[in-house]
């Protein structure tokens, strides 16, 4: 009996399923009498004119150019010729079907997978397990529906099954239990095949429970094969440790066998009769089987003898009229080898065009861009330049001026004249920091912001502060100090200011503290756009703590230079 129930309902299932809609053919092509034809015997049991019709709507496909029409014929007539036990033709015909189906075109995934179930129910009856199981998971990879699925993956546990491989077998088995919890007909087939599996690979194992589970449900779905296939796996089961069970088991697959109309089956069923039933009745169970076993074999005979004639027939029409399209061929191709010559050879040269447009193209507008962008960056440089040099410098001279009675009138004119130098030499990016050593300078800018409403506290300003940087970093510095004094004027209200100078860890520290109304969100986004800028170039950081109560603080870590 081995797999072949669950083979049989899925290859029942392939050839009632390409009768219906499964492709769809453009409506300019001819119907396919052939093929309409074929389906109408079917339908009356003729199996051999099935597959001569078959055959002549594979012919018929061919000559029309319907690649999909003649592979479903082909896949049809190969599991027409696998059910008359013509496993060789069977084999050779699911191979010639693959030739006109595609892969890329999920209409044809359908086909795909039946014809590799084929190929590997064949390979299966030739024993030949290794390639059954290549075909099987082929078939996997294109079907799409969920029963077929199931079917082939037991099919596939089946083959193991068969290698004993018993362990891989199991692991399939117990997947598609867990994943079809609902106790039909199939999950009865599934259930047996992995009791069978089970006590074949371990002796104690006691299957009798899940089979009695299993014969149940069949016998709730009336499902005859199913039971048949349960008697089989029983009769199997005792034939080492039971003979009256072994027996018991034979003679109702047996029964069910004639019911079912398989002579195969009964085959089987006699010959585990033979072996345990009484001597007595060896004899009639012995000259009962090889009536049988002559009958089928006479009848598959003259089924491969007859698909062999079909397509002998078949074969010899087309190469008569093969011969004579040779010649038209042979002209058509040098035709079209010549006309591949010049649309080649077209299409170089305008693609060669083309590239050479584009890449013109992308070089100008490369041109065009660094230019812009060369425009923007010298435009943005001096704008910042401006901002940071004159415009802070002139705020810091005004504040001196509006903060001192006593105002030194030759210090004004020397701090204005060296913005004047500093303005006027801005395009030759000259350094802001002059001769005097820098933490004197520092000390210097942030004490004029110094006056009777804002005291400014200053510790840790020393020469060894700012020995680890050059005047370019230096010059960076000053200019972010100066951003945020000149901001904390404009808008904290503040009347105290701290600003602590530390070396920590190989980067210099700079806390700032206000006991100001802290900074809005717009001011941070905007004002101190270029502090941020010039903290991030010199590889640091800034953090700003807000607070209404406790005014701003300002945290900014700079690592030394090596």
Known sequence: MSERFLLFSLLIFVLNSCNKSIYDPPKERPDNHFYKKAWKVFDEGKKDS??????????L????????????????????????????????????????????????HAFLASNYNNLGVVSNNLKDYDNAIKFYKKAILYSSDDDEILMLNNNLANTYFNQKKYDDASSIYEKLLEENKIEDEIYARILMNSARAKYSSNVDFKPRKYFDKALKICEQ????????????????????????????????MYHKAKVLK?????????????????????????????????????????????????????EKSKLENEQLKIENLRRKYQIRQQQYVVIAFIITSLAMLGLFYYRFKKRKLKLKLEAENLVKTSKLITSKKVHDVVANGLYRVMTEIENKEDI??????YKLEEMYEKSRNISYDEEIIDDKSFHQKLSEMIRSFDNETIQIFIVGNSDEI?????????????????????????????????????????????SYKDNGVGMQNSQRKNGLKNTVNRIFVMQGKIIFENSNDDGLKINIEIPHQT
């Open 50 to 59: 099935t597959f001569y019709y078959l055959n002549a709507a594979k012919d």
């Open 61 to 108: 496909s061919i000559r029309e150019k319907d690649s999909f029409g003649a592979a479903k014929s082909l896949v049809n007539m190969a599991i027409i010729q696998e059910e008359a036990s013509d496993n060789y033709g069977s084999l050779e015909t699911s191979l010639a079907a693959l030739e006109f189906l595609k892969d890329r075109d999920t209409t044809h």
């Open 221 to 252: 779905e009336k499902d005859d094969w199913g039971l048949d296939a349960g008697y089989a796996y029983l009769s199997d089961y005792y034939l080492g440790k039971n003979k009256d069970s072994a027996f018991y088991f034979s003679k109702l």
């Open 408 to 413: 030194d009138r030759n210090s004004i004119l």
């Open 262 to 314: 398989s002579p195969q089956d009964r085959m089987e069923a006699l010959q585990k009769m033979i072996k345990v039933g009484s001597p007595s009745d060896a004899k009639s169970y012995f000259d009962e089987f090889h009536n049988i076993d002559d009958s089928l074999h006479v009848v598959n005979t003259l089924a491969k003898n007859q698909f062999a004639l079909i397509r002998y027939e078949s």
């Open 466 to 510: 700012w020995t680890k940087f050059n005047k370019d970093f230096q010059s960076q510095i000053f200019l972010v100090l100066q951003e945020l004094l000149v901001n904390m004027r404009k808008h904290s209200r503040a009347s105290r200011v701290v600003l602590k100078f530390e070396n920590r860890n190989q980067q210099s520290l700079i």
